[in-house]
């Protein structure tokens, strides 16, 4: 359920998408009980606690062990209520297609989309332009040049105490971005703990009745849950970045992309090459790679 919550999250696929990857995966969940389960706090180490007369509901901690963090849950949440802002929906990749959507037609620049055909015994895959461009390649052949490309931006391990000043560098940056949202979401948690304070002096002078203050505490509460929820997902400082443990992700790069499943590889492909890239039927060339 962990990669579930991730994948909504990031908005890589959409929940129907999810449903069908997991199914083929061995999960057998009704498309009501895949909903339900999204719902359920648990997944957080949280117990949702329905309003009760005039008590309104709140979360409480649960003793199990969370599978995911709060602010994880609570931004799978936004996903589902429309709070989050949607990226655009990349279809369910086949196996045998990690690249659609990245290639680029060398002759006349359109996006290649993807095919397969029947054959006696086999189905053969080919990433193809329209047919009167004419531009057509073996997806196995595109798949087999794109891990040699892939291997060509592998780091040489005699470098390793220069590359690795690189990422310490990155993660000081990295730092510095992320003490700006740190103060950012701070000001959000005094703003929503200063409303729940001007309600409170609202009924006191009797300006709003007690039932409209304890619907707003109710609703201002639930945004400081997910507020601080996001604030202790922040790294609190660079060392809660493991660089060893990047780097030798780094040395492994080529190994990891052969074994690792189509959603993987399409995330290791796009974290490389932040634009699309043009296949010659041999060589690979790209206007821009990720910094």
Known sequence: MRWVFEEIAASHLNTEQILKAVRLKGLKCSKNNFWVALRNPAYCGKIFI?????????????????????????????VLDGRKKKQRTKKFSDENLPLRGFLICPKCGRKLTSSASKGRKLHYHYYHCISSCGCRYKADVANKALESEIKKYMP??????????????????????????????????????????????????????????????????????????????????????????????????????????????????????????VFDGELYRTTKLMK
């Open 50 to 78: 329905p309003k009760y007369k005039e008590e309104e509901a709140f979360y409480v901690p649960a003793q199990h062990e969370p599978l995911i963090s709060e602010a994880l849950f609570f931004e799978v949440q936004d």
């Open 156 to 277: 040489r391990r005699e470098v390793r105490a220069l590359f690795k000043e690189v990422i310490k560098r990155a993660v000081k940056q990295y730092g510095s971005s992320a003490n700006v949202e740190k103060d950012r979401i701070k000001k959000q948690i005094e703003l929503f703990s200063e409303k729940i304070k001007t309600a409170r002096e609202l009924m006191f002078s009797k300006e709003i009745t007690p039932q409209e203050y304890r619907e707003s505490k109710a609703e201002f509460e639930q945004e400081l849950t997910r507020l601080e929820a996001r604030l202790t997902n922040i790294p609190q400082n660079e060392n809660s970045i493991d660089i060893d443990a990047a780097l030798e992700n780094a040395f492994q790069l080529g190994d990891r992309y052969q074994q690792e499943d189509v959603e993987q590889k399409r995330k290791i492909i796009s974290s490389i090459f932040p634009e699309n890239l």
